[in-house]
């Protein structure tokens, strides 16, 4: 069972990025999300999708600029991630879930994780 994470890098602000997330060998998963952890920070929720029927939730800090989707047939999640900011510098993460997720959910509810891909904004 692994999830790649891909897709970060170095942007300036106002940039975009689309992060992706390979599951290989995982199935049977309630949904997959996206997390972030900054330097000296606590990991965070940024956004999560429900691999059945596609119900996304995205963190306050996020909606408008961020964009969680799937590709079924490529059992692979995306998070397009648009007008970055400095704050939006951090490692992200993203995990699936066998539970039911109803909104914005903590990392504990996530059981298995990606290795987390850079994502550098500078001003």
């Known amino acids: 069972v692994q999830l790649q994470a891909s897709g970060g890098g170095l942007v300036e602000a106002g940039d975009g990025l689309r992060l992706s997330c390979a599951n290989s060998?995982?199935?049977?998963?309630?949904?997959v999300g996206w997390f972030r952890q900054a330097p000296g920070k606590e990991r965070e929720f940024v956004a999560a999708?429900?691999?059945?029927?596609?119900?996304?939730y995205y963190t306050e800090d996020v909606k408008g600029r961020f964009t969680i989707s799937r590709d079924a047939a490529k059992n692979t999640a995306y998070l397009q991630m648009n007008s970055l900011k400095n704050e939006d510098t951090a490692i992200y993460y993203c995990a699936t879930t066998l539970r039911q997720i109803f909104g914005p959910s903590g990392s504990d509810l996530y059981d298995t994780w990606g290795q987390g891909t850079q994502v550098t904004v500078s001003s």
């Open positions: 060998g995982r199935y049977g998963f309630y949904a």
């Open positions: 999708i429900t691999w059945r029927n596609g119900k996304k």
